[in-house]
């Protein structure tokens, strides 16, 4: 019977992978909350005023927005009658900003045709004459480099 050697576990939804690497792009991809709340203070006007309750007291804070990065917070007393402002986060989308899915195919930035990633490069050499000769015209010797064929002397062109 084979033994199962993986190793690294996924939390969430207990799939099980043999590389960390796997595991964390797994996580990345698959789990990764990428929903964002914008700060209460960031959507106020300058000068605008608004009431908080203070986390864990009774308490009540007078907030004021003085610029964009600088924000006056005054105790008000327990007694107040005040009601605190209803504070609706707005939410941001992420997605855009962290590709998580690279499956997605891309376009030939000179014929727009789509391929995949791996295909894109090989596409572009080979159609768009990208790919450096490796072998002589003349002779028909291979080499492993384009650099072999530009030092080469041809046995065939000193002939005529």
Not at 54 to 59: A, E, I
Not at 80 to 92: A, L, M, Q, R, S
Not at 134 to 145: A, G, L, P, Q
């Amino acid at each position: 019977m084979k033994k199962n050697n993986t190793k690294h576990k996924c939390v969430a939804c207990k799939k099980q992978f043999h590389y960390n690497c796997l595991l964390k792009y797994h996580i990345r991809r698959e789990h990764f909350n990428l929903k964002s709340f914008r700060p209460y203070y960031e959507t106020q006007n300058i000068n605008q005023i608004w009431f908080e309750k203070v986390l864990n007291t009774d308490f009540l804070a007078k907030m004021t927005k003085l610029s964009n990065n600088m924000i006056a917070v005054q105790k008000l007393n327990e007694g107040t009658t005040i009601k605190p402002t209803e504070i609706v986060p707005e939410e941001i989308d992420l997605h855009l900003l962290y590709p998580t899915n690279r499956t997605q195919p891309l376009k030939c930035s000179l014929c727009s045709e789509p391929y995949t990633r791996k295909k894109l490069k090989r596409h572009f050499k080979e159609i768009h004459g990208l790919v450096l000769k490796k072998v002589c015209d003349k002779c028909k010797k291979k080499f492993r480099s384009p650099m072999g064929v530009v030092n080469h002397i041809c046995s065939e062109s000193s002939v005529e």
